[in-house]
């Protein structure tokens, strides 16, 4: 792999930057594999890359049925952070922040993190409440919070609208210092990249059409547009498409999808310095290092498979940034999209082994996961590698909606950005 450096870089400007090579190779299936991944986004590519790099399975394929990063990796507003309520969520996301602080280096690529701050607003009683839990229950977890006043929170933040009047006027804030944004398209790409070179094929427009078992039950391959592939084990992470690739081999997922949308600004200076959310009002927002405003909004009402949402609901989340942040007030929306998000009941994921030997199944990471990536992509490739989950991951178990096991954060945040 071509490794990037200060000095390739010079090499690389004095031949006028011809001597890039393609980042990941182009693979071909071939007839079987060790391990098949299905689902290239952030998550499958990272889950290759850890079984490749900490496993030592290197006979690995990614199947991605569009392009890699094309479905909510390349979709979502990148927000980072890890202050979730309860113990194994936090351990979960605390993983993956770690992760995050060095994932850079790890890959070799820039993901851009940026740990600018996430500063989630409160708008009344309830929300004070629910938040200086968290701040508490984080602390004693290890995961920086902090609790802001609305002067202190206007402080970190400038272009915030605390005056008393407003309709949700802002009556504080908890602050994640270490919370913050990525590149995502960079996570995919470097994730591909440092894959590819330790031998993972990654295949495009290679959509799973069918999961194959043996006579015992067991996994034996997979059905795909460009053929059948023999294989022991099948990691699925196919996001909101999880439910369908699931029931390919039988099973039922515990599982909705729904449409959620963001979107982006006409590009303007820097004039924005971290995260800001606010989940009862209901909008997010950052700045890109493009200089768009990057604005999240909430899921549609209504369970789809379409890629776009409802206007009404990006609307609504403009109207809550303009009492927020009365001087976008004439900016410009330039692009808006969807993804389609896979919720649980309790609004946190599944990474676990599934009834059927051989298949795995990663999902339900809902509105949210796109901060968990690193760490749901080690957990993963070690539930895959050892045929059983890592601890951090155990309590996420596809059993614990059956037992009353509940990790129940949706009633921490009601959208889990
Ligand atoms: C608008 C929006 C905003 C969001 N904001 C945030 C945020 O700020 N912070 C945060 O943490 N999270 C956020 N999320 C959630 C986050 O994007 C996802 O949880 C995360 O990216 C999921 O990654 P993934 O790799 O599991 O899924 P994906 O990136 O969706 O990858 C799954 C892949 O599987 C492929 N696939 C599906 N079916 C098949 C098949 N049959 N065969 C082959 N391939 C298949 C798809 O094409 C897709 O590329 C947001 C999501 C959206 C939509």
Redesign the pocket.
């Given at each position: 792999m071509q490794r990037f450096s200060a000095l390739a870089l010079i090499r690389r400007a004095l031949d006028g930057q011809a001597g890039w090579q393609a980042q990941w190779r182009d693979a071909a299936p071939k007839p079987g594999y060790d391990a098949v991944i299905?689902?290239?986004?952030?998550?499958?590519l990272g889950t290759a890359y850890y079984l490749a790099r900490k496993h030592g399975m290197r006979n690995i394929a990614v199947?991605?049925?569009?392009w890699i990063?094309?479905?909510?990796?390349g979709?979502?507003?990148?927000?980072?952070r890890s202050n979730y309520l309860f113990d194994e969520s936090a351990a979960l996301y605390d993983h993956a922040l770690k992760l995050w602080e060095g994932l850079s280096a790890d890959l070799n690529y820039n993901v851009m993190f940026s740990q600018r701050g996430v500063l989630m607003l409160a708008h009344n009683v309830h929300d004070e409440q629910v938040f200086r839990r968290h701040v508490h229950a984080n602390r004693l977890n290890g995961v920086d919070n902090e609790w802001l006043t609305p002067e202190q929170a206007k402080a970190f933040c400038p272009p915030l609208n605390i005056a008393p009047g407003m309709r949700h006027a802002v009556t504080g804030g908890a602050l994640q210092r270490r919370g913050g944004t990525a590149r995502h398209d960079a996570v995919a790409w470097g994730y591909a990249r440092a894959a590819s070179a330790l031998g993972v094929d990654i295949i495009q427009n290679?959509?799973?059409t069918g999961i194959d078992r043996d006579a015992a039950g067991r996994v034996s391959g997979v059905q795909t547009t460009r053929g059948p592939i023999a294989t022991k084990r099948v990691g699925v992470?196919?996001?909101?498409?999880t439910s369908v690739?699931m029931a390919m081999a039988g099973l039922r997922m515990p599982l909705e999808s729904f449409p959620?949308?963001?979107l982006v600004s006409e590009p303007v200076k820097p004039c924005f310095p971290c995260v800001v959310m606010s989940n009862t009002i209901h909008a997010y927002i950052s700045q890109s290092d493009k200089g768009e405003l990057v604005i999240?909004a909430g899921t549609d009402a209504y369970i789809s498979y379409s890629q776009r949402g409802a206007l009404h609901i990006s609307m609504h989340t403009l109207e809550a940034i303009c009492e927020l942040f009365p001087m976008f007030r004439r900016m410009r929306m330039l692009r808006n999209w969807?993804?389609i998000?896979d919720v649980t009941p309790d609004r946190s994921p599944i990474i676990a082994k599934t009834p059927v030997p051989g298949l795995y199944v990663n999902c339900g990471?809902?509105?949210?996961?796109?901060?968990?990536?690193p760490g749901s992509a080690d957990l993963f490739a070690h539930t895959i590698a050892r045929d059983e989950p890592h601890p951090i991951n155990a309590p996420f178990s596809l059993e614990r909606f059956a037992e009353g096991r509940l990790i129940d954060e949706a009633a921490a945040a009601a959208v889990a950005?």
């Open positions: 299905i689902g290239g986004g952030g998550h499958g199947l991605e049925k569009g990063g094309g479905g909510n990796t979709r979502n507003t990148t927000i980072i290679c959509e799973v992470v196919a996001a909101g498409n690739v959620l949308q963001a999240g969807g993804g998000v990471w809902g509105t949210g996961g796109f901060k968990a990536t950005h």
